[in-house]
Protein backbone atom coordinates (compact mmCIF):
# COMPACT_ATOMS: atom_id res chain seq x y z
CA UNK A 1 0.00 0.00 0.00
CA UNK A 2 1.35 3.17 -1.11
CA UNK A 3 0.85 6.55 1.04
CA UNK A 4 2.91 8.75 -0.93
CA UNK A 5 2.66 8.75 -5.06
CA UNK A 6 4.48 10.52 -7.65
CA UNK A 7 2.69 9.33 -10.63
CA UNK A 8 4.96 11.00 -13.03
CA UNK A 9 8.18 9.13 -13.32
CA UNK A 10 9.57 11.49 -15.33
CA UNK A 11 9.71 15.35 -16.27
CA UNK A 12 11.14 17.44 -19.11
CA UNK A 13 11.39 21.20 -19.12
CA UNK A 14 13.30 23.66 -20.94
CA UNK A 15 15.45 26.04 -19.00
CA UNK A 16 13.98 29.01 -18.08
CA UNK A 17 10.36 27.73 -17.75
CA UNK A 18 8.72 26.27 -14.94
CA UNK A 19 8.84 23.19 -13.40
CA UNK A 20 6.01 21.55 -11.32
CA UNK A 21 6.39 18.21 -9.97
CA UNK A 22 3.68 16.34 -8.01
CA UNK A 23 2.69 14.27 -5.20
CA UNK A 24 -0.12 12.48 -3.70
CA UNK A 25 -0.77 10.53 -0.28
CA UNK A 26 -3.39 8.89 1.14
CA UNK A 27 -2.83 8.77 5.04
CA UNK A 28 -4.57 11.99 6.24
CA UNK A 29 -2.12 11.86 9.34
CA UNK A 30 0.16 13.02 7.86
CA UNK A 31 1.14 16.42 9.37
CA UNK A 32 4.88 17.61 7.71
CA UNK A 33 5.72 16.81 4.12
CA UNK A 34 9.44 17.33 2.35
CA UNK A 35 10.85 17.45 -0.86
CA UNK A 36 14.41 15.85 -1.04
CA UNK A 37 16.90 16.40 -4.17
CA UNK A 38 18.96 13.15 -5.56
CA UNK A 39 21.79 13.56 -7.90
CA UNK A 40 23.18 9.77 -9.24
CA UNK A 41 25.66 8.25 -7.12
CA UNK A 42 25.19 10.97 -4.44
CA UNK A 43 22.88 10.38 -1.27
CA UNK A 44 19.26 12.79 -1.14
CA UNK A 45 19.46 16.40 -0.18
CA UNK A 46 16.50 18.20 1.36
CA UNK A 47 15.11 20.77 -0.53
CA UNK A 48 12.10 22.29 1.18
CA UNK A 49 9.47 21.34 3.60
CA UNK A 50 5.54 22.19 4.85
CA UNK A 51 3.52 21.52 7.70
CA UNK A 52 0.38 20.81 7.15
CA UNK A 53 -1.03 23.70 9.16
CA UNK A 54 0.98 25.97 6.20
CA UNK A 55 -0.25 25.36 2.22
CA UNK A 56 2.80 27.63 1.05
CA UNK A 57 6.20 27.69 1.66
CA UNK A 58 9.08 29.70 -0.38
CA UNK A 59 12.75 29.47 -0.56
CA UNK A 60 14.38 31.15 -3.36
CA UNK A 61 12.80 29.25 -6.63
CA UNK A 62 11.49 26.68 -4.76
CA UNK A 63 7.82 26.55 -3.51
CA UNK A 64 6.25 23.47 -2.02
CA UNK A 65 1.89 24.07 -2.31
CA UNK A 66 0.52 21.92 0.05
CA UNK A 67 -3.75 20.92 -0.72
CA UNK A 68 -4.83 18.92 2.46
CA UNK A 69 -8.26 18.42 1.06
CA UNK A 70 -7.04 16.65 -1.83
CA UNK A 71 -4.48 15.22 -0.38
CA UNK A 72 -1.69 16.74 -3.14
CA UNK A 73 1.13 18.99 -3.00
CA UNK A 74 3.55 20.16 -5.88
CA UNK A 75 6.83 21.73 -6.15
CA UNK A 76 7.86 24.21 -8.18
CA UNK A 77 10.83 25.49 -9.63
CA UNK A 78 11.16 28.61 -11.25
CA UNK A 79 13.24 29.28 -13.55
CA UNK A 80 14.40 25.75 -14.16
CA UNK A 81 17.91 25.64 -14.43
CA UNK A 82 20.09 22.69 -15.95
CA UNK A 83 21.86 22.24 -12.89
CA UNK A 84 18.11 21.16 -11.39
CA UNK A 85 18.53 17.96 -13.72
CA UNK A 86 17.97 15.44 -10.77
CA UNK A 87 14.96 12.38 -9.03
CA UNK A 88 12.65 14.57 -6.64
CA UNK A 89 11.74 12.87 -3.67
CA UNK A 90 8.34 13.74 -2.22
CA UNK A 91 8.16 12.51 1.72
CA UNK A 92 5.88 12.21 4.34
CA UNK A 93 6.15 12.47 7.91
CA UNK A 94 3.25 11.63 10.68
CA UNK A 95 1.09 9.22 9.44
CA UNK A 96 -0.23 8.50 13.06
CA UNK A 97 2.66 6.05 14.04
CA UNK A 98 6.39 6.78 14.46
CA UNK A 99 7.12 10.09 13.98
CA UNK A 100 11.26 9.29 13.61
CA UNK A 101 10.02 7.86 10.04
CA UNK A 102 9.79 9.56 6.70
CA UNK A 103 7.39 7.59 3.60
CA UNK A 104 8.99 8.54 0.48
CA UNK A 105 7.60 8.35 -3.01
CA UNK A 106 9.08 6.62 -5.43
CA UNK A 107 10.46 9.74 -6.95
CA UNK A 108 10.43 11.75 -10.55
CA UNK A 109 13.48 12.21 -12.79
CA UNK A 110 13.31 16.23 -13.64
CA UNK A 111 15.46 16.45 -17.12
CA UNK A 112 16.06 20.97 -17.80
CA UNK A 113 17.04 20.97 -21.30
CA UNK A 114 19.62 24.30 -22.26
CA UNK B 1 26.93 21.41 8.69
CA UNK B 2 25.85 18.53 9.35
CA UNK B 3 28.03 15.29 7.89
CA UNK B 4 26.95 11.84 7.52
CA UNK B 5 29.70 9.32 6.12
CA UNK B 6 29.52 5.90 5.17
CA UNK B 7 32.23 3.11 4.98
CA UNK B 8 32.23 2.57 1.49
CA UNK B 9 30.76 3.70 -1.93
CA UNK B 10 31.67 1.07 -3.58
CA UNK B 11 31.12 -2.55 -2.43
CA UNK B 12 30.96 -5.80 -4.27
CA UNK B 13 30.40 -9.56 -2.46
CA UNK B 14 29.52 -12.70 -2.93
CA UNK B 15 26.48 -14.35 -2.16
CA UNK B 16 26.46 -16.12 1.65
CA UNK B 17 28.94 -13.46 2.58
CA UNK B 18 28.35 -11.53 5.84
CA UNK B 19 28.93 -7.60 5.39
CA UNK B 20 28.86 -4.65 7.48
CA UNK B 21 27.52 -1.26 6.23
CA UNK B 22 28.74 1.46 8.52
CA UNK B 23 27.55 4.97 8.73
CA UNK B 24 29.14 7.69 11.35
CA UNK B 25 27.10 11.39 11.77
CA UNK B 26 28.76 13.82 13.49
CA UNK B 27 26.39 16.21 14.72
CA UNK B 28 25.37 14.19 18.35
CA UNK B 29 21.61 13.05 16.11
CA UNK B 30 19.83 10.47 18.42
CA UNK B 31 18.02 9.15 15.52
CA UNK B 32 19.73 7.22 12.54
CA UNK B 33 18.60 5.15 9.82
CA UNK B 34 19.02 2.54 7.02
CA UNK B 35 17.48 2.89 3.82
CA UNK B 36 18.05 1.05 0.48
CA UNK B 37 16.93 2.47 -2.99
CA UNK B 38 16.11 0.43 -6.06
CA UNK B 39 14.74 1.89 -9.60
CA UNK B 40 11.22 2.32 -9.73
CA UNK B 41 10.58 1.59 -5.86
CA UNK B 42 12.22 5.45 -4.43
CA UNK B 43 13.41 4.78 -0.59
CA UNK B 44 12.71 1.90 1.79
CA UNK B 45 13.07 1.70 5.40
CA UNK B 46 14.77 -1.03 6.19
CA UNK B 47 15.84 -0.22 9.95
CA UNK B 48 16.08 2.71 12.12
CA UNK B 49 17.57 3.88 15.86
CA UNK B 50 15.80 6.51 17.62
CA UNK B 51 18.74 6.51 20.26
CA UNK B 52 21.92 4.32 21.19
CA UNK B 53 21.07 0.44 21.61
CA UNK B 54 17.70 1.52 20.22
CA UNK B 55 16.42 -0.36 17.49
CA UNK B 56 12.98 -0.82 15.29
CA UNK B 57 12.13 -3.18 11.71
CA UNK B 58 11.41 -0.10 9.20
CA UNK B 59 9.06 -1.92 5.93
CA UNK B 60 11.57 -3.96 4.65
CA UNK B 61 13.84 -5.42 7.42
CA UNK B 62 13.62 -9.45 6.55
CA UNK B 63 17.52 -10.24 6.07
CA UNK B 64 19.22 -7.41 7.80
CA UNK B 65 20.13 -6.25 11.42
CA UNK B 66 21.50 -3.65 12.99
CA UNK B 67 23.55 -2.65 15.52
CA UNK B 68 24.23 1.01 17.61
CA UNK B 69 26.62 0.91 20.45
CA UNK B 70 27.40 4.33 19.93
CA UNK B 71 25.56 7.44 19.79
CA UNK B 72 27.60 8.48 16.09
CA UNK B 73 27.37 4.95 14.59
CA UNK B 74 24.93 3.14 13.06
CA UNK B 75 25.65 -0.21 11.35
CA UNK B 76 23.69 -2.12 9.00
CA UNK B 77 24.53 -6.03 8.60
CA UNK B 78 23.36 -8.32 6.32
CA UNK B 79 23.93 -12.14 7.63
CA UNK B 80 23.99 -13.79 4.63
CA UNK B 81 24.41 -11.71 1.45
CA UNK B 82 21.81 -12.88 -1.63
CA UNK B 83 22.20 -11.32 -5.01
CA UNK B 84 18.50 -9.26 -4.21
CA UNK B 85 20.39 -7.20 -1.86
CA UNK B 86 22.20 -5.72 -4.82
CA UNK B 87 21.50 -1.95 -4.36
CA UNK B 88 21.91 1.66 -3.08
CA UNK B 89 22.07 1.46 0.85
CA UNK B 90 21.69 5.36 2.24
CA UNK B 91 22.24 6.31 6.12
CA UNK B 92 20.32 9.15 7.64
CA UNK B 93 20.34 10.83 10.75
CA UNK B 94 17.80 13.53 12.24
CA UNK B 95 17.83 15.23 15.43
CA UNK B 96 14.11 15.43 16.93
CA UNK B 97 13.46 19.02 17.70
CA UNK B 98 9.67 20.18 17.63
CA UNK B 99 8.50 21.07 14.24
CA UNK B 100 11.39 19.46 12.12
CA UNK B 101 10.99 16.11 10.56
CA UNK B 102 14.54 16.53 8.24
CA UNK B 103 16.76 13.92 7.67
CA UNK B 104 20.50 14.35 6.51
CA UNK B 105 21.83 11.82 4.33
CA UNK B 106 25.07 10.23 4.16
CA UNK B 107 26.59 9.79 0.23
CA UNK B 108 25.54 5.93 -0.12
CA UNK B 109 27.04 2.53 -0.86
CA UNK B 110 26.48 0.51 -4.23
CA UNK B 111 26.43 -2.83 -3.11
CA UNK B 112 26.54 -5.25 -5.75
CA UNK B 113 26.10 -9.30 -4.32
CA UNK B 114 27.75 -11.83 -7.42
Known amino acids: DQQVKQNSPSLSVQEGRISILNCDYT??????FLWYKKYPAEGPTFLIS?????DKNEDGRFTVFLNKSAKHLSLHIVPSQPGDSAVYFC?????????????FGKGTLLTVNP | DVKVTQSSRYLVKRTGEKVFLECVQD?????MFWYRQDPGLGLRLIYF???????EKGDIPEGYSVSREKKERFSLILESASTNQTSMYLC?????????????FGPGTRLTVT
Open chain 2, 92 to 104: ASRKPRGGSYEQY
Open chain 1, 27 to 32: NSMFDY
Open chain 1, 50 to 54: ISSIK
Open chain 1, 91 to 103: AASGGGGSNYKLT
Open chain 2, 27 to 31: MDHEN
Open chain 2, 49 to 55: SYDVKMK
